[in-house]
């Protein structure tokens, strides 16, 4: 009998009488789907016992994608339901990817949705699932059945976080306060389990000056399991508060929402340069390299010190060719148009380094997930031109999972599927317009959303991208996860060696590919990975449009890792996630509020992070176009010293990053990571790094500031300067 199934044994035959909570560390599972599985007599002796720590992958299953279930057989004694309310709350931790749920038979709640559901799927495998239990549902001091249905797109699948707990919530976990999009403004959703009575308070200020326009307080008396819907009207560039106090409550329910608000003020229309002022190609590559000139179009371009085998294409702007000699060449760009004209330095360093800068472009994993096409691609490639991106230096087009056939050519030859009919016309198209080709495969046998990977084909792989173009890989660590845990070394040797043996051949083409790990920080690839000529790697999980998320993945996982980066070795804290995101064929807006937004995006050039968007360009709105086209912003991701930000201060909820520059200038960030407002005196703050500034800039506003004023800083929000 294994552990799992004498756990779960012992649970039945012993109970904790007098417990509070009750954790679970596994239950049964089932591959497929049966609306049988969810009823309280369903003999289910049969499944396979399985650990909440395994997820799909680990189970060794043919292929994770799709559904099964999870029966979860619990005593739930009857001490959990004294109180000021008899009820339970059951704390599943994440699941990948969406999920319903019941328990002895009785729908308890979702959390995403499936491809049957209306709208289709949409995934939630970040979101930690809580839900609250209607204690006429339970069979106290008995056993209980708890059904989870869980759909799956791509690796791992399921359960593989940890422990399932049955909690006694604290009497704010039945209610809850949330803020809805409408026509016109937003609803404020109260919905409580349990009888209350308080006070809903609504507070609208104005975005740019902290002004308040309306207070007001509305009494509520709501019974059990009932809601309470009041509308709001909010114009642009207004914050909305609503907050819910109950005298029985231990806190304040808040929500908070703000429209979006545009701080960038617009480009000029004439000649502006808003990209690196190094690139790196190594001698007989290929040179891919677009001008990113914005202004009125159309424009001429010109370039001065080009070497032998380099030419420009004055029309679309585009440097071409390849150099064989090594060294560094100071060119000058010149772009004109019908307004004027701009000049810009640059040095075209023809060595052994690529990467001299983090890469900026798209990714199309947080938009598009395994149902990517070669038609979105394109249309993304071509929004990008058209609505200037490629202006500011987003170049690289990055294919991510879901592209590969599902059987090798008779030669082992890989080959792409149905969704992609011309990989090597792709590649070509996007270079003639001065783009990049990125490609996505993993070491092990499948990749992450159950594709052919690279494993036993390396050499092979890499020929056939050269052939295409590809000037990018992403290498995913979830197929070779199977050897890692079928092995007793665990040392960083192991998880080194895939990626040592791919780096090798993608160095034997005759073309650049950067080199991105993404092993999600194990093995602490940020101490190998520039030994194993890597160009970035992932220091953390998968990113997803949280707050929570965002918070893990940029400020506490990159807090110590700062030495580790410099020009050609990049940490990566994951791909953006801003704009129009879905990780499916169903798209919508970010959940991250604006403030998060300015937040994510200033800390990620704080990072010298790799700036990849991960939402449909085509579908792009003007807000998320400012977002990522301040040229200001963008000049400090892309400085050539190439140091990281560190963390210098972390104190009652305020955090702040400093980053040098090359230029002897400093860019800060001071970040409210409070749920409210925050006044901050700007000459203070600097003080408390060491910093006495002569001027500070405003990098998002693009002016100076006082450095004697105090600013207030939103929640979840940043102030970030560049100080001289």
Known sequence: MNKVLI???????SPALNAQSVSIEGGRFMKGDDPSWSAYAFDDSAWREVSFEQSWEQLDLDRVNGIGWYRIHVVIPSSMKKGIVE???LDMGAIDDSDKTWINGHYVGATGTFPEDPGGYSSEWGKRRYYVVNPRWVRWDQENVIAVRVYNYGDPGGFYRGAFNIVKPSLKDFANLSLVAEPGGYKAV???????????????TDVMTGT????KTQKVNLAAWKEKQVSFSLRPQKRLKVTYSDPRFEEVLKAEVCSPYILTPP????????????YGVRPGSPVIFRLPFSGEKPMRYAAEGLPKGVVLDAEKGILSGSCA??????LVFTATNSKGSAKADFTLKVGQQIGLTPPMGWNSWNCWGLSVSQEKVMASAKALIDRGLADYGYAYMNIDDAWEAEERAPDGRIEANEKFPDMKALGDWLHANGLKFGIYSCPGEYTCGGYLGSFGHERQDAEVWNSWGVDYLKYDLCGYKRVFDASRDKSEALYMRPYLKMQEFIREQPRDIFYSLCQYGSGKSWLWGAYIDANSWRTSDDINDTWESLYSNGFVRQAELHPYAGPGHWNDPDMLIVGKVGWSSTLRDTRLTPDEQYTHISLWSLLAAN???????????DFTLNLLCNNEVNAVNQDILGHQAHQDIVEDGMQMW???????????????????????????????????????????????????????????????????
């Not at 756990?7 to 035959?13: A, N, P, T």
């Not at 480009?267 to 190094?278: F, K």
């Not at 006495?692 to 979840?716: E, F, N, S």
Request: hydrophobic share 40%; with cysteine.
């Open 87 to 89: 009820a339970i709350m």
């Open 190 to 204: 109260l919905t409580s389990s349990v009888k209350t009575g308080g006070a809903l308070h609504v507070t609208v």
């Open 212 to 215: 308040q326009e309306t207070s």
């Open 267 to 278: 480009a000029p229309a004439t000649p502006r340069y808003n990209g690196p002022l190094v």
């Open 7 to 13: 756990f779960l044994s012992l649970m039945l035959v």
């Open 611 to 621: 700036m990849l968007i991960g939402c449909d360009v085509s579908q792009i709105d």
């Open 325 to 330: 000699e090594e060294g560094d060449y100071q």
């Open 658 to 724: 400093s980053r040098d520059l090359y230029d002897g200038s400093h860019a800060v960030g001071i970040f409210n990571l409070n749920d409210s407002s925050v006044p901050v005196l700007l000459r203070g703050a600097l003080g408390k790094i060491g910093m006495k500034a002569d001027t500070v800039r405003d990098l998002w506003r693009q002016k100076d500031i006082a450095t004697d004023a105090t600013y207030v800083i939103p929640p979840h929000g940043v102030l970030y300067v560049k100080v001289r």
